[in-house]
Structures are given as C-alpha cells and as structure tokens.
C-alpha cells in the first residue's frame, strides 16, 4: 500500500513538473530612429496652398 501511494504521488508530482510547454520568449521589436526634418520642408505645403488659394480668389 505505501509503495502504491508512492508511486502516485511521485506521478503527481512529475504531471505537475510537465504540464505546461515552456513559454515562448519574448523578442522585442528594434527601435528605428528617425532622423528630423528641418522646420522649412514642414511649411513648404500649407505655404503652396495658400498660394492656390490665393490664385483662385483672384480669378
């Protein structure tokens, strides 16, 4: 009977042991580093539609 309960618990335990997969490793993502723009690109757009709009209520 002792070596019966033995055994059981000795399966218990080495279930408990396995169960599971191990988990996956978490792998983060490089950073990207962009590089900034310089303040006059950013108004070349709005400064060419304002020009269009200008153009256009003139006409």
């Known amino acids: 009977m002792k070596k019966l309960v033995l055994?059981?618990?000795l399966t218990a335990a080495a279930t408990t042991a396995f169960a599971g997969a191990p988990a996956d490793p978490i792998i983060e993502a490089p950073v990207v580093v962009e590089?900034?723009?310089?303040?006059?690109?950013?108004?070349?757009?709005?400064?060419l539609l304002l020009?269009?709009?200008a153009a256009a209520v003139s006409n």
């Open 51 to 53: 020009a269009l709009v």
């Open 35 to 47: 590089e900034a723009t310089s303040s006059s690109s950013g108004i070349l757009l709005p400064l």
């Open 7 to 9: 055994a059981a618990a």
